[in-house]
Nanobody, 120 residues
Framework: QLQASGGGLVQAGGSLRLSCAAS????????IGWFRQAPGMEREFVAG????????SYANSVKGRFTISRDNTWNTVFLQMNSLKPEDTALYSC???????????????WGQGTQVTVSS
């Protein structure tokens, strides 16, 4: 139902844009979140966007550097990542929720992740 793409290897200070493409009729009615998980670390919330796209939230660690947006016509959510740091290295996944929030258990369906690696 959800497929994340756009990851890759980038140098510190660089940019990447992740995409989360959805199939099915539930996308426009869902709050979409991005999470990331580095090896040996817990999964953490990165950013989320409301159904309309007018409401967004970010983890403190990415505020001012990452921007989340969505296009309901194309059933896609984007995560623009600028000024990347080595500590941003992780597997990034998108997920859908009926209620929103920053906790992974608030999200009912998940897509496969895309790896982001930031070299120093």
């Amino acid at each position: 139902q959800l497929q994340a793409s756009g990851g890759g290897l980038v140098q510190a200070g660089g940019s990447l844009r992740l995409s989360c493409a959805a199939s099915g009729r539930t996308f426009s009615s869902s709050y979409i979140g991005w999470f990331r998980q580095a090896p040996g670390m817990e999964r953490e919330f990165v950013a989320g966007i409301s159904r309309s796209g007018r409401g967004t939230s970010y983890a403190n660690s990415v505020k001012g550097r990452f921007t989340i947006s969505r296009d309901n016509t194309w059933n896609t959510v984007f995560l623009q990542m600028n000024s990347l740091k080595p500590e941003d290295t992780a597997l990034y996944s998108c997920a859908g929720s009926e209620v929103g929030g920053s906790r992974w258990y608030e999200y009912a369906y998940w897509g496969q992740g895309t790896q982001v690696t930031v070299s120093s």
